[in-house]
């Protein structure tokens, strides 16, 4: 396989900013085609990317024999019937993140995958985060120990994306700010400490600035082109997840789109050797030398772009056929624990993995 052939359904913001200009940093790759429902939109993104060809209906994107793989990027609740669509279609696909927001539905994605022996992978963009890769190396290496715990979030203290429009549709989106930035921090902690079985989960959603909300800016501005915003506005603006593992791990999660606290992303690792702790481009590792507790600073010297790393793993998976860094189970197990979340919150219980 020579040049890998792309086609982008979905012309939003995270296709703009993310997808389209990661793939034109690898070599050997060619987008050929976009579609979107909003016809202005995507012509608009074509014209400024390049993008010869241009569709209304994904469908007929798909319909190209030449296109090799596909980059979903449209609102959540599409992400099942295009994946399956474009892997039904003989395509390689790459799908942003949640994938899905209930085990059975990560798991019929996965299915149509193995059955049309297709790529699959979600995008889940921190787990080529320099900091994250450092810290895989220590984990991998046993130089943290056995990870027993574990704990992070994505904090915003205003800043709803799109308010109004699909993100705060939960018909469209299927959840707040869970679905959205929690599932970053989320997917990097499990992947972080070797995704064990989950076997409980427990949450809290709750929407308590939808009278005061304001709108965080993303997508950007430029990219909402022909974009109509209903006004709807019924998601969490804040969420928490607690995860118990069947190695006895537990996982502390949090997110929020507005609340009252100081903005940042973290995450905390404690194992019987070392701990570690993140925030931003910070890292800083807690052990002991001797009968001495010692804080260590590791030198970040290798900094990259995780959207250009992610794109090009995910071309390489399909030129090699190695199985993504999002293994099925991982994808399946996510899914998982998103739902768990909100029938606990829902329910106002603990919710067992084995129910859902």
């Known amino acids: 396989m020579d040049t890998i052939k792309v086609g982008i359904i979905g012309a939003g ?35 400024k990317a390049e993008i010869p060809k241009v569709f209304k209906d994904y469908r007929d994107l798909l319909d190209i024999k030449e296109i090799d793989a596909v980059s979903i990027c449209t609102p959540n609740v599409f992400h099942k019937a295009m994946s399956i669509d474009a892997l039904n279609a003989g395509k390689h696909v790459i799908c942003e993140k949640p994938v899905a927001a209930k085990g059975s539905d990560a798991s019929e994605i996965i299915d149509a995958a193995k059955k049309n022996e297709r790529i699959f992978m979600a995008a889940q963009v921190q787990r080529f985060n320099h900091i994250s890769q450092i810290l895989k190396d220590f984990i991998v290496r046993g130089d943290l120990g056995e990870i027993y715990y574990v ?93 118990k593992f069947d190695n006895g791990t537990v996982l502390f999660i949090e997110a929020s789109w507005a609340t009252n606290c100081e903005p940042y992303n973290y995450l905390e690792l404690m194992g019987t050797k070392a701990g570690a702790k993140s925030t931003g481009d910070n890292l800083k590792i807690f052990s002991e030398i001797g009968d001495n507790l010692v804080d260590i600073a590791p030198v970040i010297s290798r900094k990259n772009d995780p959207s250009v790393e992610q794109m090009k793993h995910f071309i390489e ?40």
């Open 151 to 243: 704990k992070g979030g994505y904090l915003r203290r205003r800043g709803i994306p799109g308010l109004g429009g699909w993100f705060t549709n939960k018909a469209l989106a299927l959840g707040g700010c869970m679905m959205d930035i929690g599932v970053h921090a989320l997917d990097r902690m499990y992947w972080l400490i070797g995704s064990p079985q989950p076997v409980a989960v427990s949450g809290m959603v709750v929407q308590k600035f939808k009278d005061n909300a304001v709108d965080g800016g993303w997508p950007p501005l430029a990219t909402r082109q022909g974009d109509l915003f209903t006004g709807v506005n019924d998601v969490d603006d804040m969420a928490t997840g607690y995860v």
């Open 13 to 47: 913001g995270i296709a703009q900013h993310s997808h389209i200009p990661s793939y034109k940093k690898v070599d050997g790759v060619e987008i050929v085609a976009i579609a979107d429902i909003n016809e202005a939109k995507a012509r608009g993104t074509a014209e």
């Open 317 to 356: 998976s399909i030129r090699t056929g190695k199985e993504p860094i999002t293994t099925p189970d991982e994808i399946i197990n996510v899914a998982k624990i998103l739902e768990g979340i909100y029938k606990s919150a829902e329910t106002g219980r603990e919710v067992l993995i084995s129910e859902l």
